[in-house]
């Protein structure tokens, strides 16, 4: 064979070794693929490897993940292993998949670059003490109606207002268990007791119903109640009661319909965990109250449910994320006017087994495309944000935004725990970012706004829960067991 043939046989016959190699090593990372998209897509939406680092998904994710397997050759301790729907895989898939996610997740993940903030000048900050004792243990906060007084709960049970006129409280209830939720409709009140407050498959929650001095509990079993919605959904002047139960592996979103006996029956409208709130609005324009629903847990979602008939519900889901985003609240507004309610979500539940901090956390506006669906268009990152209170509150015409962040990154940015965000642009999404002079006088939990004052503008109050849901600097922890500041009202200096 000629010297030129022999070579460029020899090149032709490396490049086919070379083409094989490399069909040999393609196959297995193809099945591996198959495998991430079977096993952790099949109870939820799949999240991205790069989501998470390496070593969240060594020490923390893969072990949870495989104590919710049913994993054929597998010793597995029935101590350990998670109730409810188990994937079954071989120990041999098993290892591919632990082997995939690992060789694919990056060692650690992008900072957010935060945006430049002021600190706020448009508000007032008043502390206050609820109580005698230091340390804040607030569970439920609220305003009814958007009006003076505010109820709020806490961990020992207890239920009451708060004057901010009198400066003086009022204990309206006292229960057992952490109250999670007060709902008020007519002559009717409704208090709701988480029941456990950490993880448990238990359904030890509580629901007591309030007709003036007459107090009764109802006999429906409630697997960790956070959120009661009283409405009276199909007309007929009988309120219905749509409860989250956020559950833990299992829960559910259910709705009570009050009989003819005066009690309650109870229907479940979505059966799964997470469930943590419900708005009742109209959303398709046919006359009849839908149910709009926040699902936490794995299965983070927003689920209308479509009224059809007489409390006939059809869910039907509209916005889902990644398991590992933290979902935590949602409101609905018209942020850009044209009539229809848009969805503000905001993701940075991190008191998980993912714990780190995510620059997927923040805020999302999605706006309502008219069939039905929804597009995010703008996101603010915000480690760890949990609550949003969306209203205009400098009255220019446009919707500014209040942000709290239970889960902040406290090493190295302590100052993004509360977040102003004053609309300057609305249609480019031009904010300016406004902080606390002291935001780490409490860590924040829950929010909301009214025109607490009377003076025409609305105020913000934030409340303070100083649990131990994650690691926070030693000085931060110190301060707060030994301080007493219960909730924070923002005075609008605007009127």
């Known amino acids: ?103 694919n997740a990056p060692e650690k993940l992008e900072t957010i670059q935060v945006p430049k903030a002021d600190t706020l000048q448009s508000f007032t900050v008043k502390p206050y003490a609820l109580d005698s004792q230091n340390g804040a243990l607030i569970t439920y906060v609220e305003f009814m109606n958007g009006e003076n007084p505010l109820f709020f709960g806490d961990l020992t049970g207890n239920l009451s207002s708060f004057d901010y006129s009198e400066e003086t409280t009022e204990q309206l209830y006292q229960g057992k268990t952490p109250v999670t939720w007060y709902s008020k409709k007519d002559s009717v009140e409704i208090i709701s007791e988480v029941g456990i407050l950490g993880p448990s498959e238990l359904e030890k929650g509580k629901l007591t119903r309030k007709i003036g001095k007459d107090t009764t509990s109802l006999p429906n079993s409630f697997h960790r109640p956070v959120h009661t919605l009283l409405e009276d959904l199909n007309g007929d002047g ?34 799964l965990p997470g469930a943590i709130r419900t708005v009742a609005r109209d959303m398709d324009g046919d006359g009849k109250k839908d149910v709009v629903a926040l699902m936490t847990q794995s299965n983070e979602s927003i689920t209308v449910f479509y009224q059809t008939d007489d ?54 506006i999605h706006l309502n495309n008219g069939d039905g669906t929804y597009s995010e268009s703008y996101f603010y990152p915000l480690y760890g944000a949990t609550r949003v209170v969306s209203r205009d509150y400098d009255q220019d015409g446009d919707l500014d935004f209040a942000l709290i962040s239970t889960f902040p990154n406290y090493m190295e940015f302590p100052e993004l725990t509360f977040i102003y965000l004053e609309n300057k642009d609305s249609e480019n999404y031009v904010f300016s970012t406004n902080i ?58 605007l009127h």
């Open 1 to 103: 064979m000629p010297d030129q043939l022999r070579v460029s046989y020899s090149i032709t016959m490396l490049a086919l070794l070379v083409l094989m190699g490399s069909c040999k090593k393609e196959k297995p990372k193809q099945e591996e693929a198959q495998l991430y998209n079977k096993y952790c897509a099949s109870c939820h939406l799949a999240p991205k490897i790069e989501e998470l680092p390496k070593e969240v998904w060594e020490k923390s994710v893969l072990p949870a993940m495989v104590a919710r397997m049913d994993v054929e050759g597998m010793y597995q301790d029935p101590n350990e292993v998670k109730p409810g729907f188990r994937p079954q895989i071989t120990l041999k898939e098993w290892a591919q998949l632990e082997n995939y996610i690992i060789s």
């Open 238 to 271: 009988k309120n219905e009661i749509v409860v989250s139960e956020f559950g833990n592996e299992s829960g559910r979103l259910s709705l009570l319909t009050e009989n003819e006996s005066g009690q309650y029956d109870k229907k479940v409208l979505l059966n």
């Open 311 to 364: 409390l006939v519900f059809q869910a039907e889901k509209v916005l889902e994320f990644s398991p590992v985003y933290g979902t935590s609240w949602f409101e609905l507004v018209d942020y850009n006017g044209d009539g229809l309610d848009d969805i503000i979500t905001v993701q940075g539940d991190n008191a998980d087994i993912s714990y780190v901090n995510k620059p997927y956390h923040g805020m999302r």
């Open 436 to 493: 606390l002079e002291d935001p780490t006088l409490a860590r924040w939990f829950l929010m909301d706004a009214a025109d607490i004052d009377n003076d025409g503008d609305e105020d913000i109050v934030l409340s303070s829960l100083t649990l131990g849901f994650t690691p926070v600097p030693k000085v931060l922890s110190e301060r707060w067991k030994e301080s007493n500041v219960d909730i924070v009202v923002l005075e609008n200096l």
